[in-house]
């Protein structure tokens, strides 16, 4: 290698480590198209709250409070991108399960209490279930799943679970590029610059009146 490649080289390299060091870790979910456009998954999430079927090992690594973008895939020739227009806060869980594996998987669970709603009727774009009861729980999610899929295993049945949340829309897209497609939860990097700028946007939208309180005012003289 001639000293002018090598100086390249390195000079290529420098600037991937700083690229990489402006850039963090989160959490994607893919919206498929086949039920949804993103107008009608917006406007059903806006009434109902986002609810998204997940596999248990995918819901061991997320927690009250957690944040999942959400996004649109588009195909590329290596490599697509995802088209991020939202994220969902994550505050509950759904499972359907049988009544013996709920009772047995309510003794390792923290429950505080329960509520019965009877059989309510939940129809989305993408399928329907009734809610029969709301328990709140003091556990994190994480031994939630664990628990379940564990005595569903002892009884040789299947759980099935649905991470529900609160949407929040962006008012312009997020495009993160060279992300491939998969189906659960997607990790990809994406500039913090830019991430905050969405998250900021937002928040400063989302209210009317608002009160920014600030500190270390410094006046320009």
Same mark, same amino acid.
């Not at 996004?71 to 499972?95: H, L, Q």
């Not at 969405?198 to 005012?217: C, S």
């Given at each position: 290698?001639?000293?002018?490649?090598?100086?390249?080289?390195?000079?290529? #390299? /420098?600037?991937? *480590? +700083?690229?990489?060091? &402006?850039?963090?870790?989160? %959490?994607?979910?893919? @919206? !498929?198209?086949?039920?949804?456009?993103?107008?009608?998954?917006?406007?059903?999430?806006?009434?109902?709250?986002?609810?998204?079927?997940?596999?248990?090992?995918?819901?061991?690594?997320?927690?009250?409070?957690?944040?999942?973008?959400?996004?649109?895939?588009?195909?590329?020739?290596?490599?697509?991108?995802?088209?991020?227009?939202?994220?969902?806060?994550?505050?509950?869980?759904?499972?359907?399960?049988? #009544? /013996?594996?709920? *009772? +047995?998987?309510?003794? &390792?669970?923290?429950?505080? %209490?329960?509520?019965? @709603? !009877?059989?309510?009727?939940?129809?989305?774009?993408?399928?329907?279930?009734?809610?029969?009861?709301?328990?709140?729980?003091?556990?994190?999610?994480?031994?939630?799943?664990?628990?379940?899929?564990?005595?569903?295993?002892?009884?040789?049945?299947?759980?099935?679970?649905?991470?529900?949340?609160?949407?929040?829309?962006?008012?312009?897209?997020?495009?993160?590029?060279?992300?491939?497609?998969?189906?659960?939860?997607?990790?990809? *990097?994406?500039?913090?610059?830019?991430?905050?700028?969405?998250?900021?946007?937002?928040?400063?939208?989302?209210?009317?009146?608002?009160?920014?309180?600030?500190?270390?005012?410094?006046?320009?003289?």
């Amino acid at each position: 290698m001639e000293e002018w490649e090598w100086c390249e080289w390195k000079e290529e #390299e /420098r600037r991937e *480590k +700083e690229d990489d060091a &402006e850039k963090t870790e989160i %959490r994607l979910h893919f @919206v !498929g198209k086949r039920y949804y456009s993103r107008k009608s998954f917006v406007e059903e999430a806006r009434r109902l709250g986002v609810a998204r079927a997940i596999s248990p090992s995918h819901l061991k690594s997320v927690n009250w409070g957690d944040i999942i973008y959400l996004a649109e895939y588009e195909p590329g020739v290596e490599s697509g991108r995802a088209i991020v227009f939202g994220y969902m806060r994550v505050d509950g869980v759904s499972i359907e399960a049988s #009544e /013996r594996v709920k *009772k +047995e998987a309510a003794k &390792e669970i923290n429950v505080e %209490r329960t509520v019965s @709603v !009877g059989n309510q009727a939940i129809l989305r774009s993408c399928g329907g279930y009734f809610i029969m009861a709301i328990s709140y729980v003091s556990d994190p999610l994480p031994h939630i799943a664990e628990v379940y899929e564990r005595v569903a295993k002892k009884y040789g049945e299947k759980v099935k679970f649905l991470l529900n949340g609160s949407l929040t829309a962006f008012d312009h897209e997020l495009v993160i590029d060279g992300v491939n497609f998969a189906r659960g939860i997607v990790r990809a *990097k994406v500039k913090v610059a830019d991430l905050l700028e969405k998250e900021i946007e937002q928040a400063m939208r989302e209210t009317g009146k608002q009160v920014v309180f600030i500190r270390d005012y410094l006046k320009k003289r």
